[in-house]
């Protein structure tokens, strides 16, 4: 199962498949079990095994605001600081009760140490850029549910409309009105 999660990522020797699984730990986490805190420095990436996760902050009002909504099988950490080894600006929080796969920043460097196979797993932090270009593109509402829609429909079982309003950037109240039009649109098909 460790060995098929690193294959997606690129072409691996066995003996590098072997490397990844003595490195890579699976662990539990309890529902509402903080991965990363606010204000230390992340230092493990994660691939979701089963559960749900999210990234937040708290506005000026003390309201969560989502950064970024994770789904079983994929990768996420807290990129920025992961990439500049800086503390953190955000939580990184369980959901629900969950089980990932951890890899710290000191197994990867081994990892890379001992083979430039594992060069190849930079697309793991590519992946971390898309949230950005998602909203670089500046979507309308109709536009950003119908990514969702297409892209990450798992985020609509896992996750209250809440959480996935604040991640859309928009209220709860158009989220609301966008899934009313496109349960339109489906009703006339």
């Known amino acids: 199962m460790i060995a098929e999660i690193l294959r997606r990522n690129g072409s691996y020797s066995p003996t590098d498949e072997e490397r990844f699984v003595q490195e890579a730990r699976v662990r539990k986490v309890a529902k509402d079990e903080i991965l990363v805190r606010r204000g230390e420095v992340c230092r493990s990436i ?34 920025v600081s992961f990439i500049g080894q800086t503390p953190s600006n955000t939580f990184v929080n369980a959901f629900v009760e ?26 793991v932090f590519e992946q971390a850029t898309t949230r950005v270009h998602f909203f670089d593109h500046r979507m ?25 309003a604040s991640y859309l950037k928009i209220s709860p109240e158009t989220l609301s009105r966008v899934r009313e039009r496109f349960s339109g649109r489906d009703a006339l098909s």
């Open 46 to 79: 994660f691939f979701n095994l089963s559960g749900a996760f999210y990234q937040y902050r708290h506005n000026d009002h003390s309201e969560e605001v989502i950064i970024d909504l994770h789904t079983p099988d994929e990768w996420f950490f807290n990129h």
């Open 98 to 123: 969950s089980e990932v796969l951890e890899l710290t920043i000191e197994s990867l460097h081994s990892l890379i140490a001992r083979s430039s196979a594992f060069l190849q797993l930079a697309k």
């Open 140 to 164: 309308s509402p109709d536009e950003k549910y119908q990514y969702i829609l297409d892209n990450r429909r798992a985020l609509l079982q896992l996750f209250p409309l809440k959480h996935i």
